[in-house]
């Protein structure tokens, strides 16, 4: 199996120091030719380390080649990572105003998430006996997120498989969201777990990988609050408090490290 | 065997406000006293990185491990009690400060009506006007006996504020100046003059301006940067009990705080307590100290179960109605709301601060006539800008699909063009609502949890429906293009974060029987022993209870004093 996360996501980080680069060092954009350099440069081609242009300083270039360490499972096994970020996309697609789940390393952001204390239940009351309950008492099963996971993704790939017969990663996006339309409407009847109550799961696991700080995987370069005009972490809006909407660039804890 | 330590003067359970207040004042008179906190050591200098909405919002950083100790539910005593398994309905605080550190600030003071409510009520409407099984009661304390205290309090935290013009009487003006006002306030506060309303500013423990109090302890200002509840401050511009009380208590020498010392057993011999049995959680040794007088501080359910598995009052039994510990849990009707969106403006929605805001109580209390109304008191309606932080806050207009490309779209389009406004409406007790010991499950110490059995009434569907009409009234006089507010309040559910503003089950009264305590939070059971917070209100007002825990805390600490010289019931 092709290893999906060494594509185009990754190139992401260095996409903009690029950028940052080209812009430091008095490039403009437009006035370039179209060829192997700039192709390079954003990341277009397969390889385009040996094709870097020759004046840049070396020391630049190896910085903007980092690799995003992140971005390795702690989880899920790759087939199941690229279900994750299929259905991801599909709940927070890439539109004109910006990135996807996909982009923003939602389905990295799960699978971290499920590795810690979150997938293992660890802050939760988890003792015996179980019961089911009334649904106003809340979740009373014994399976732990990092199980329940693996359970709802084997059965959307299921589905998908009985009604396309195809894995839910290869479907059109219209089939996709119907498949996942069933899921949360709970058309779909699952015996060990409620495919409603996955997909809720899903959705806010989404929302969280969007808009958490990047530290921890998704939002990647803040893209995700950018796109909402949310700041992220700032020390004081003592300034603009009282006044109407300013745009500010977003932050991140990481400059909180830098200013403490 | 349980190591003994040597005697204390006093031994406090639970160090948050109630502790840390009355741990302050007792040492300040000279008196020695130990604080038995089950959570860690808290500072200032460990919020350098609170902007993380994920970690204490979302994980609960912060918050009791439920792990440990939960506590379970039911709707009512026919179906089976479960453990509240994940956080929802509301939040437990753990470690130095308790709660009090990640609050948002709001600090009221309860209306004159919210203390005689019984009496109040039958003297306006009759005494059919409180229906069969509602169990509200007077405190056995009036709002103007109270009021010294409440100045003590707002004194102490730095409160800023103005005065509330349909509240109780003030002998002094707020210690500082009201917070900032954003915008979308100065649009509250306009179009509740229209009609006809009584605006007044959100009194807040955030700090409008730098301030010292009465104690020496000097804090900064606040600055707006949008998280406050479910945080700690890393400014200290929140009042906390960190950086107010606790530090003027350790600076008497007197004041001997111990973390990770969670106590199971009140213990108790002749109607007097002796002192307390605890377990030091990191090496699970089991300790007592013991102590002349025992203050219970901890939160309104550990108030509750420390007292049931102590064997120490009468329990409640909801059959025959006698018994008092356990009695008249009482919660908030918090979900009447209507949220607002705005086509033709935004505002700076990621900023603010937790008790940032603008109130009116024209409809809390008994502010208005409730002759026609099929339900009694009300709540406090205010605009808050609290800090909308992007992953809990994604308001879409009713109608819109729940994810997807519509959802995106539009969940990015309102991210600063929404407002709400909400309402917090009270909670009367009913005979049928109370606190007990669960019969099954166990925390890890191998005791009982907690039982809730609580549902929503009558009266809380016809308060939340009004309460919501009223929000959406101003919503739309705010010129809002589109309103969206409750039609129906649903049952209670323990999954949807609501308030933390529990409250009952040790309640406050002027004769044992029907109370727990007298109205200096002494036991009537046990005259050595006080037991001080929301457990002690008979019902829930329509505002947020912490000033009004502090208030009680500080008179609770003049009856320890009192009682301490001339022993025996202060009332």
Redesign the interface.
Same mark, same amino acid.
Not at chain 1, 90 to 93: G, L, S, T
Not at chain 1, 121 to 127: I, P, S
Not at chain 1, 227 to 238: A, E, K, V
């Given at each position: 199996m092709e290893d999906s996360s060494s594509g185009p996501d990754s190139g992401q980080v260095h996409d903009s120091s690029r950028r940052k680069f080209l812009v430091n060092s008095g490039y403009v954009l437009g006035t370039l030719a179209v060829g192997g350099v700039i192709s390079s440069l954003f990341g277009c081609a397969k390889d385009g380390e040996d094709n870097a242009d020759s004046s840049a300083p070396a020391d630049d270039n190896k910085e903007a080649a980092a690799p995003n360490y992140n971005r390795a499972l702690m989880y899920f096994t790759q087939a199941q990572f690229r279900i994750v970020e299929a259905a991801t996309e599909?709940?927070?697609?890439e &539109?004109e105003?910006g990135p996807?789940a996909k982009k923003l390393g939602v389905a990295f952001f799960i699978d971290h998430q499920l590795a810690g &204390?979150?997938g293992f239940? $660890?802050? &939760?009351?988890?003792?015996p006996?179980f019961?089911a309950? *009334?649904? *106003?008492? $809340?979740?009373?099963g014994r399976l732990k997120r990092r199980e329940l996971f693996d359970i709802g993704l084997r059965e959307l790939d299921n589905y998908s498989q009985t009604t396309h017969g195809k894995g839910f990663a290869e479907l059109e996006p219209d089939q996709q969201?119907a498949a996942?339309k069933a899921f *949360?409407t709970e058309e779909v009847k699952l015996t060990t777990i409620s495919a409603g109550s996955f997909f809720k799961m899903l959705?806010s696991a +989404?929302?969280?990988g969007?808009?958490?700080?990047p530290?921890?995987g998704g939002n990647l370069n803040m893209e $995700?609050?950018r796109?909402?005009?949310?700041? $992220?972490?700032?020390?004081?809006? !003592?300034n603009?408090? *009282?006044? &109407?909407? +300013?745009k500010i660039e977003p932050s991140s !804890?990481q400059a909180?490290?830098a200013s403490? | 065997m349980a190591k003994t330590l040597p005697k204390t003067d006093v031994v406090i359970v639970g160090v948050g406000w109630a502790g840390g207040i009355i741990a302050s004042e007792l040492t300040k008179s000279g008196l020695n006293v130990v604080g038995l906190e089950r959570g860690k050591e808290r500072k200032t200098e460990d919020y350098y990185m609170v902007h993380d909405e994920l970690r204490y919002s979302m994980r609960y950083e912060m918050m009791q491990d439920l792990s440990k100790e939960t506590i379970t539910f039911r709707s009512n005593e026919n179906i089976r009690a479960l453990p509240m398994r994940q956080y929802g309905s509301f939040l437990l605080g753990d470690g130095l400060g308790g709660s009090g550190v990640h609050w948002n600030g709001q600090t009221y003071r309860f209306l004159p009506y919210d203390f005689q409510m019984r009496s109040m009520t039958t003297e306006r409407y009759g005494k059919n006007k409180i229906p069969e099984g509602m169990t509200i009661r007077d405190w056995g304390i009036t709002y103007d006996e109270l009021e010294p205290y409440y100045d003590k309090f707002e004194k102490m935290a730095g409160i800023s504020g103005e005065e509330n013009p349909l509240g109780g009487k003030r002998s002094n003006p707020y210690p500082t100046p009201p917070m900032k006002k954003t915008p979308s306030m100065q649009m509250f506060a306009e179009a509740t003059k229209k009609l006809n309303l009584n605006p007044y500013m959100m009194p807040a423990a955030n700090l409008s301006e730098n301030y010292t109090n009465p104690d020496g302890v000097a804090r900064a200002a606040c600055q707006y940067c949008g998280y406050c509840e479910r945080y700690g401050c890393e400014y200290g511009a929140k009042a906390d009990p960190v950086v107010t009380v606790i530090p003027v208590a350790n600076k008497t020498g007197k004041f001997q705080i111990r973390t990770h010392s969670n106590v199971r057993r009140i213990l108790h011999k002749g109607g007097k307590a002796t002192g307390v049995m605890y377990i030091d959680v990191t090496t699970g040794e089991e300790i007592i100290q013991p102590a002349d007088i025992v203050v219970v501080t901890s939160y309104v359910f550990n108030n509750v179960r420390l007292l049931l598995m102590s064997e120490l009052g009468k329990p409640y039994d909801p059959a025959s109605g006698q018994g008092v510990i356990g009695a008249n849990y009482a919660y908030q009707v918090i979900k009447g709301s209507a949220v607002g969106f705005f086509e033709e403006k935004q505002f700076n929605n990621f900023a603010g601060a937790g008790s940032l805001g603008i109130s009116i109580d024209d409809y809390n209390g008994d502010n208005f006539d409730h002759s026609n109304l099929n339900f009694l008191h009300g709540g406090v309606i205010a605009l808050s800008q609290t800090g909308a932080r992007p992953i809990q806050n994604n308001p879409v207009p009713s109608g819109t699909a729940a994810w997807g490309a519509e959802f995106k779209k539009k969940s990015l389009h309102y991210a600063n063009r929404t407002l709400s406004i909400g309402a917090q409406g009270s909670s009367m007790a009913f005979k049928h609502h109370f606190l007990d010991l669960d019969p099954t499950y166990k925390d890890a110490f191998g005791d009982p949890l907690m039982r809730i059995t609580f549902d929503f009434e009558d009266q809380d569907r016809e308060l939340a429906k009004f309460l919501a009409e009223r929000c959406s009234e101003i919503m739309k006089e705010m010129g809002a293009s589109h309103v969206d507010y409750l039609k129906e309040l649903g049952p209670y559910e323990i999954m949807t974060y609501q308030s933390t503003h529990n409250t009952g089950g040790v309640i406050m009264g002027a004769e044992p029987g029907t109370s727990a305590i007298n109205n200096f939070s002494q036991m009537w059971d046990a005259d050595n022993v006080f037991v001080v917070g929301a457990s002690s209100f008979p019902q829930n007002a329509g505002y947020n209870p912490t000033g009004t825990v502090g208030a009680l805390a500080y008179r609770a600490a003049e009856g320890i004093l009192k009682y301490r010289e001339k022993g025996g019931l202060l009332v």
């Open positions: 599909r709940i927070f697609p &539109d105003s996807g &204390d979150w239940n $660890g802050r &939760d009351y988890m003792n006996p019961f309950g *009334e649904k *106003e008492q $809340g979740y009373q969201d996942l *949360e959705r +989404t929302l969280e969007v808009y958490s700080d530290l921890y $995700g609050w796109m909402r005009n949310y700041p $992220g972490s700032q020390m004081s809006y !003592l603009i408090i *009282e006044k &109407d909407f +300013t !804890l909180h490290l403490h | -």
